[in-house]
């Protein structure tokens, strides 16, 4: 069979199916476990299926392959790392630290970019640019399931933390621009209403695109809103007095849904603490770690960037990584050095009690909502495309099917949002579990197991390298789940701040 009869679908067939297209010359392949012949070095720096240079380039993997520019391609990973993440790493620096808080940033962004560089090398041995259907090479269906089973636990999570910021901050919004400082039950200021509106109206149209890289624009909108929030943060920290005045800390009863005490005369009120350690740092690294992941959509943004070589798709992740280093990095020493200890889970909340009818905070919140409601069709895509390696593997596009799917997604999403009570359990949990697997564990075990050992044996530095790198991970998940349960256990879980 010539590659050149092929068409799109049939090739992404032959990868789901785990053919190796053994029947094609080398010249006409990717580089394939073990093989090291003429051009095999080539064809893995430059493409995974190499055409004849003579020949009109074919079209890979997916119809739509290929046609998003660098800079969207920028804009949708930096999405995708950015979200509801941010407004949780004051509360972080708050239980860390400044200087230990740092530590940690640098560390968990240098990991991420590792792990990515991973997850490129491994799918550029096989060429394959699914996450699901490396980890099928990897160790067969029970990988694939795996993976597929991770990214929608992580990324369902992701989804809902944005509804949570949706869900408590749109009625304040709301509530700002009518005039009114108390809730007395109207319809159109219930959260669980509202987060049902956003997602019918705004993110069921955008999650029903074919092409993830057309929420390039909606993408760069998101991180606009977002750059917005940090200048405010910034602004505020110079705006607002330290010590809080009392008479300008309300007490409504629409922000009293946190159980965080908010107190003016805290001894933490005006001091800024280089290290600290106490019960809520367990929480600390899950929430770094969660603001970080990407991974999911690192490989459905690869398939569509440009021009796809390794190199320019780590060059996308790196860029992209430290725009939101930064980003992570001012927001919270900023949200950090306004409030000091009386900083609480979310940090607009944190903003909303000391004057709720404040102007800029509400453009502020206005702007967050936007980006978190925009981020969240981003995110959806890999756990849409995850469902369908599990339940249609090697099945051609079909509308009924992908818009079925992100029905059920976002209903599933919404359930959660309504009936789970406290948004740092998501960040905690989730971060502890899904986040490890899919920055340490899963980049590096699929590293060692694709990698054929003709061209890196297993006591090679860099297999040794992604063993540890997994290990970490492994230490990570274990040590982050246990201060948790004991958190709980201890009656923690119920003495901190989120919503």
Known sequence: MELEKLSPSESLDMMANGNHMSDLSPEKITLEDGYEGPGAEEAECEEFIPHKTTTKKQTQFTDFEGKTSFGMSVFNLSNAIMGSGILGLAYAMSNTGIVLFIILLVFIAILSAYSIHLLLKSAGVVGIRAYEQLGYRAFGPPGKVLAAIIITMHNIGAMSSYLFIVKYELPLVIMSFLGKTEFKGEW???G????????????????????????????????????????????????????????????????????????????????????????????????????????????????????????????????????????????????????????????????????????????????????????????????????????????????????IIAICLLFVVNLLVIFVPNIRDIFGVIGATSAPSLIFILPGIFYIRIVPTEREPLNSRSKIQAACFATVGFIFMIMSLSFIIVDWVNGGGNSAGGH
Not at 350 to 378: E, G, Q
């Open 188 to 190: 159109f200021l219930n």
């Open 192 to 403: 669980n209403y509202l987060i049902i509106l956003v997602s019918i109206l705004v993110i069921l149209p955008l999650a029903l695109m074919k092409q993830l890289g057309y929420l390039g624009y909606t993408s760069g909108f998101s991180l606009t809103c977002m750059v917005f929030f940090l200048i405010s943060v910034i602004y505020k920290k110079y705006s607002i007095p330290c010590p809080l005045p009392f008479s300008n800390i309300t007490s409504q009863n629409w922000t009293t849904n946190s159980s965080h005490h908010f107190d003016p005369h805290n001894e933490d009120t005006c001091q800024g603490k280089l290290f600290t350690i106490n019960s809520q740092t367990a929480y600390t690294i899950p929430i770094l770690a969660f603001a970080f992941v990407c991974h999911p959509e690192v490989l459905p943004i690869y398939t569509e960037l440009r021009s796809a070589t390794k190199k320019r798709m780590q060059n996308v992740a790196n860029i992209s990584i430290m725009a939101m280093f930064i980003m992570y990095l001012l927001t919270a020493v900023f949200g950090y050095l306004t409030f000091y200890g009386n900083v609480e889970a979310e940090l607009l909340h944190t903003y909303s009690k000391v004057n709720p009818l404040d102007k800029l905070i509400l453009c502020v919140r206005l702007a967050v909502l936007v980006a978190v409601t925009l981020t969240v069709p981003v995110v959806l895509f890999p756990i849409r495309r995850a469902v369908q390696q599990l339940l249609f593997p090697g099945k051609e596009f079909h509308w009924v099917r992908h818009i």
